[in-house]
């Protein structure tokens, strides 16, 4: 491949599927991700099913990979190297044949499989006791420094393991404050606020996807990842 060419990217060679993109394993290095966006959900097409006041926003808007680096840039300026305790590290972006990649660091476990989601992780074992003092240290740290971020979503946190059960949890995707005019990023203790309503919305998302479990109840579309897709 010469220097500037895009990466080759085949839609089937994916190992997860977002709401909005899809994850490479970078053809160039095993421990990086690629992500880039599906192609039924571009920015056009977001900002066209968008409601009416939101379509008032920059077409950037609407662009996962932008607003995740905008994001990024925000978290080291504010929070620094301690953010990367809680998320993977960005590495910029790629030309691929596939449209624009974010290339990011790919998760993996001390196996060498790629880590799955806590969805996935809870789904599996039926209980969250396992990740003990790994879920109250990730809960403690994400307030302490107001990260930025939506609702934190099952499918959007992975746990990575080693021989000894889980030892980190962190958030791939969803940061970011969703706000028109987001406030916190210039207001640390509001940041911290919100990033505590995080948290509990965190608790009781895993609560419930417990109790669905207990009941028998339909895992959804997001957040399994299969084993041979682990192995890429």
Known sequence: MSEGAPLQLVQSAAFARGGNRLCFVDPRDSRRCIKVQRADRSPRQKRRQAPPWKRLRRLASFDDNQQEAATYRH???????????????????????????L????????????????????????????????????????TALGMPSRRLLLHNIVVQCDANGPRALKVI?????????????????????KARRRIDHLHQAIAALLARRQARGDFGIHGWLDESRRLC
């Open 173 to 193: 995707d969803g940061l970011g404050w969703p706000d028109f005019l987001p406030l916190a990023n210039h207001l640390p203790a509001l940041a911290r606020r």
């Open 75 to 101: 978290l080291q300026a504010h929070c620094g190297e301690a953010a990367f305790s809680l998320i993977p590290r960005l590495y910029g972006t790629v030309p691929t044949s596939l449209g624009p990649g």
């Open 103 to 142: 290339c990011s660091e790919l998760l993996r476990d001390s196996d060498g499989r790629i880590a799955r989601t806590l969805k996935h992780y809870l789904w599996e074992r039926g209980e969250a006791d396992s990740l003990g003092s790994v879920l109250e240290a990730f809960a403690q740290h994400w």
